[in-house]
């Protein structure tokens, strides 16, 4: 079994590749102040509790946006699971050119978004990815990975009000009865959900103007089905596309 490991700044997220199914798989809070023994036992805890060990694995394949946790993480898997992971970095290889001006300074989860992306629906794509940050990824139909767009997260948007509007209080992100809100909470639900909601249908349609009529649109990440929900202009909805982007990655790279 291939084990991929996403660390990210709000979620690190795992899944078992037995083939090309994503099998058993996890979305955990990161912590920052873990340390490797403390990520060791977890993964190995994850395992157990599906009947399984570390010697069932035959490869690990990690990436990592939180610098400070991939030197971490990295320890815990060759200490616990016995295995020296394939950290997706430059040099690896992705089958995608990366035209970003610095191809270093892509994020290593939008590169295997942009991996399995394009294996698995092909191009042209916009894929858009609500975690910690908004992201927009653009690949060309040869497979070529453009760019993009950033924005905060619905999240870290949601915390900002909360720290910077004495009034505000903190929310659960879910649709609220209308979009007129009546109340403080509905109101701010309304502002989040489907302001982000309007910015992900006009991001789409600009990046449509540029990649062609044909674009498809992918959302992943960890808030994706609440915006996915309210939009008919995300096409797929794949909340564990990194994974599959790892998975990828690991076959390409064995040969």
Not at 144 to 173: C, M, P, S, V, W
Not at 189 to 198: E, H, M, P, W
Request: glycine share 10%; proline share 5%; net charge negative.
């Amino acid at each position: 079994m291939l084990l991929t490991v996403d660390v990210g700044n709000t979620n690190l997220t795992l899944g078992l590749y037995a083939g090309k199914e994503l099998g058993p798989h996890w979305r955990l809070a990161t912590d920052h102040q873990r340390m490797p023994d403390e990520y060791g036992l977890q993964f190995l805890g994850l395992l157990e509790h599906i009947g399984r060990s570390y010697a069932d694995l035959t490869g690990i394949c990690l990436a990592s946006v939180v610098p400070p946790l991939t030197g971490r993480v990295t320890q815990a898997c060759r200490e616990y699971l016995k295995q020296e992971p394939l950290v997706v970095d430059t040099g690896v290889k992705t089958g995608l050119r990366i035209l970003y001006e610095d191809p270093r300074a892509v994020g290593a989860d939008r590169v295997a978004d942009a991996v399995a992306v394009y294996n698995l629906y092909g191009g042209p794509a916009c894929i858009v990815d609500f975690g910690t940050a908004t992201t927009f990824n653009a690949i060309t139909k040869e497979g070529d990975y453009l760019g993009g767009a950033i924005t905060a997260g619905i999240n870290l948007a949601a915390e900002a009000l909360f720290a910077h509007a004495a009034k505000l209080q903190r929310i659960d992100l879910q649709k609220p009865p209308s979009v007129i809100g009546r109340n403080t909470p509905h109101a701010m639900q309304s502002g989040l959900i489907y302001g982000y909601v309007a910015m992900t249908e006009g991001m789409v349609e600009r990046f449509r103007k540029e990649l062609g009529p044909e674009m498809k649109v992918i959302a992943t990440g960890g808030l994706a089905e609440i915006i996915a929900k309210e939009t008919p202009v995300i096409q797929i909805l794949a909340p564990w596309l990194t994974l599959d982007g790892l998975r990828i990655i690991w076959e390409l790279n064995r040969s």
